[in-house]
């Protein structure tokens, strides 16, 4: 069986990695669809099983990128979702799967921003831009964090936090 297998009806790939991503310590490949990140492996010597991860893309919050290592490179992208994910490949691949998910963050297609030539350490971070000020009218309802009120956001269909600025 193969990761395409996996795929639900009309769901395009847009990114494949060339080689296996490291999540943990198990080695995927990770392919990026128009709905979802998708991590597959197939495991076993005499039983073969399917191992798969997914998360769907507009469940993303934010992701982070960098890089480590003097000589060989590697790129690690922190992705943050229901759960905090760290996937650690090749570092060209790793910046390539980091300008995919970008447009997909801002909701609209937009030109991914150049990356600078990186130092070892060095962090990039992208993430939803803040919602417009609420409605007047809207129903609020507090913060688990700071107790403020927080805002609907129809088009993440989640809560904001003004004061803490993050999706609740």
Same mark, same amino acid.
């Given at each position: 069986m193969s990761a395409e297998s996996f795929l639900s009806p009309g769901e395009?790939?847009? +990114?494949r990695s060339k080689s296996n991503v490291s999540r943990g310590n198990k080695e995927y490949q990770l392919l990026m669809t128009d709905k979802r990140l %998708?991590? $597959?492996?197939?495991?076993?010597?005499? +039983? !073969?099983?399917?191992?798969? %991860?997914?998360e769907p893309i507009e469940g993303i919050r934010s992701i982070k990128y960098r890089e480590?290592?003097? +000589?060989? !490179? !590697?790129g690690v992208i922190t992705i943050e979702a229901a759960t905090v994910m760290s996937l650690e490949g090749k570092a060209p691949e790793m910046k390539e799967? $980091?300008?995919s998910l970008l447009p +997909?963050?801002?909701?609209?297609?937009?030109?991914?921003?150049?990356?600078?030539?990186?130092?070892?350490?060095?962090?990039?971070l992208a993430s939803i831009p803040p919602p417009p000020p609420p409605d007047a009218g809207?129903?609020?309802l507090n913060c688990p964090y700071c107790?403020?009120?927080t805002t609907y956001i129809a088009q $993440?269909?989640?809560r904001y936090c003004y004061n803490c600025q993050k999706y609740i």
């Open positions: 395009n790939i847009r +990114f %998708i991590l $597959y492996a197939r495991r076993g010597l005499i +039983f !073969k099983s399917d191992d798969l %991860i997914t480590r290592g003097m +000589f060989s !490179k !590697k799967l $980091y300008h +997909f963050l801002s909701g609209r297609p937009l030109e991914a921003p150049k990356l600078p030539s990186s130092s070892p350490g060095e962090t990039l809207a129903i609020q107790g403020k009120p $993440y269909e989640r």
